[in-house]
């Protein structure tokens, strides 16, 4: 009998383990629908790390790139006092991304 229960467990980890990855390797926005590539953003097919803001700044044209491509918004969330932002503390890429500046400030912004 006990054996049977720590099979069951064991099986059931192994599908929570199987679940938990998919939903980690979830694309979320534009992303998805461009069919970017893991290895686009991790240089590996098999990621089990976060991926390197290097390949963001090659794609979109760097800090100085996104700033210029938001500079119209009453609020740059792209330029700012903070200086350069790692694009990965707002933009989560498989979640539903946060605004970093939203720990100070009270800003309404849309954010994907
Ligand atoms: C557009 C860039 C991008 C693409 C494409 C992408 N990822 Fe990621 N991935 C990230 C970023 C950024 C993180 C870190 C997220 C965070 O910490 O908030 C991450 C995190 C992960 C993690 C979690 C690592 C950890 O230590 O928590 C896994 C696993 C992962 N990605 C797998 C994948 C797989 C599999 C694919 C392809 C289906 C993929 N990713 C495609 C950017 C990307
Ligand atoms: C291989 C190129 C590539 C890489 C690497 C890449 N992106 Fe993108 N990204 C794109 C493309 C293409 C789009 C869609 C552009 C459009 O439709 O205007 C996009 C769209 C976005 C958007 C708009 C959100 C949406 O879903 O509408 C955000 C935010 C973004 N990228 C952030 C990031 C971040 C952060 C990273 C690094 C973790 C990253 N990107 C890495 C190519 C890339
Ligand atoms: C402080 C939070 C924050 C950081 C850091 C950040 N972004 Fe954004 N990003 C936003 C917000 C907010 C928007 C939505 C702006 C709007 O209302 O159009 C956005 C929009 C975008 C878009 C949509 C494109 C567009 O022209 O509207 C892309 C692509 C993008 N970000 C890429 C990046 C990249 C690449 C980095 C790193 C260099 C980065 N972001 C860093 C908050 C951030
Ligand atoms: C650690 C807290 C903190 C964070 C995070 C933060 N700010 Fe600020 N910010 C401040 C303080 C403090 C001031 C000056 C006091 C004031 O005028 O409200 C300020 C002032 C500003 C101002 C001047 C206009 C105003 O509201 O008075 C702008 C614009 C601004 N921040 C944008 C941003 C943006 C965009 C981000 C995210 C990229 C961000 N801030 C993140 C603390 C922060």
């Known amino acids: 009998m006990k054996l049977r229960y720590s099979i069951i467990a064991a099986v059931m980890l192994i599908i929570l383990a199987v679940v938990s990855?998919?939903?980690a390797q979830e694309l979320?926005?534009?992303h998805k629908e461009?069919?970017?590539?893991?290895v686009d953003c991790h240089q590996t097919e098999t990621p089990d790390s976060p991926a390197d803001v290097e390949s963001c700044l090659?794609?979109?044209?760097?800090?100085?790139?996104?700033?210029?491509?938001t500079k119209?918004?009453?609020?740059n969330?792209?330029?700012?006092?903070?200086?350069?932002?790692d694009c990965t503390e707002c933009?989560?890429?498989?979640?539903?991304s946060v605004l970093y500046c939203n720990k100070c400030h009270n800003y309404?912004?849309?954010l994907k």
């Open 21 to 23: 990855t998919a939903v």
């Open 28 to 30: 979320r926005g534009k």
């Open 34 to 38: 461009n069919a970017i590539a893991c």
């Open 58 to 69: 090659n794609c979109h044209g760097g800090f100085e790139g996104m700033a210029e491509a």
């Open 72 to 75: 119209d918004l009453t609020i």
């Open 77 to 85: 969330p792209h330029d700012s006092h903070l200086g350069e932002v």
């Open 91 to 96: 933009h989560r890429i498989h979640e539903p």
């Open 108 to 110: 309404q912004m849309e």
